[in-house]
Every structure is written in C-alpha cells, then in structure tokens.
C-alpha cells in the first residue's frame, strides 16, 4: 500500500534559479577580522515533479527576506588582492509566493477512437499567488550560512568582491509532516557581485 502510495503521488524536488538584492554593513573587530550584517531580499524558485503515471510538474516562485549575520577573516593575496572566508547564522521570512503549473481541463475529454478506447485532455495553465495556511505553513526560518569569495581593491576605500554563500534551513517549510513524507527545507546557493565601500568611524 505504502510502496503504491510513494510510486504515484510522492513527488521529486528540482532547483530552479532565482535572484537575490542585498545591503551590508560590516565592522572590523581586528585587521582581517570583521562581523557583518546583511538585509537580503531574495527569490527562491523550485519544481515539483509527480511520478508517473500522472506525471506533472508545479513551479514555485517563494520570495524571502533574509537575515544573515557572519563573522569573516580576509586573507591577503598580494597587494590588490584577498581571500575571504565567513561563517554565521541567519533568519528569514517567507513573505509570499506564486504557484504555476498545467491542470486537465475535464470539460475538454476526447475519447480514442480504436479499441483501447484512450481518454485525452487538454492541459490548461495556471498562475496563482500562493495562500498560506497558518496550520501547515511555517514562514519563518533559521539555518546557518557559509561563505567565501575574493576581493580586489580598486583604490583605498573601495573593493570590488565576488562572493559565494549558501544557506542551509535547520527549520522545514511546514509544521507538521505526514508519514513517509520528506521534510522541505531550503538550501540556497547565492553568487554575488558587488561594491564594498569603507567608512571611518572614530
């Protein structure tokens, strides 16, 4: 029954490729030792697959607030240049999603003429904005984040850097799971460009 169940309806994860816009603040505790702080606004994309014989698939579009706080080491590689390696924690906040996909249309039956006697539908597609449901959804999220990326120094107070995070969820996307069914978290791999600009304080 339970080997029947998992064949026809248990479905498979595939990532999909989002966006991400992001504003830090850093603050150097030591020389090549800083604590920094991101407001990240980020979209996370993924497909769900069916198994057969009904197989289909429903794309995701989940758009986040995230929080990460990180403590980072820079290591020099000549005088432009640096590594960067940084670890921490972050939250984050599901805000909203929208939910696309294809449905047979039942009104649209078309029946084989030979002696099999196949029923055809047409599929219709379908956009929708996801509707949460407090007792299943879970919006906010905690995990941990690692991170590295290289640095160049375009003049004294401004860096270019080029840099590779991934957050990995500790909490699922639901609060409670059926049996046999695969908690859902996130892991997200984000690669940024940006400018880091520095600021004295005294």
Not at 16 to 25: K, L, N, V
Not at 84 to 91: D, M, T
Request: hydrophobic share 40%.
């Amino acid at each position: 029954m339970i080997n029947n169940f998992n064949k026809y309806f248990i479905k498979k994860v595939a990532p999909g490729h989002g966006f991400a816009y992001s504003i830090d603040a850093e603050m150097y505790l030591k020389e090549k030792i800083s604590i920094s702080l991101s407001l990240i606004y980020a979209q996370k994309k993924y497909s769900l697959v069916s198994g057969e014989p009904y197989e289909y698939t429903t794309k995701f579009n989940n758009n986040y607030f995230i929080l990460p706080l990180k403590m980072q080491f820079d290591i020099p590689l000549g005088n432009k240049y640096y590594f960067l390696l940084s670890g921490g924690a972050y939250i984050g906040y599901w805000m909203n999603g929208y939910v696309m996909g294809v449905v047979p249309d039942i009104f649209s039956i078309d029946v084989s003429k030979n002696e099999d006697q196949i029923e055809y539908y047409r599929l219709v597609n379908y956009q929708d904005e996801y509707q949460f449901n407090m007792m299943r959804d879970k919006r906010s999220e905690f995990g941990t984040v690692l991170g590295t990326g290289i640095g160049f120094f375009v003049c004294r107070n401004i860096i270019i850097k080029l840099g590779v995070d991934y957050l990995g969820s500790l909490t699922g996307q639901e609060r409670g799971i059926l049996l046999n069914q695969k908690r859902k978290v996130n892991k997200t791999l984000v690669t940024s460009l940006g400018v880091k600009c520095f600021i004295n304080i005294k």
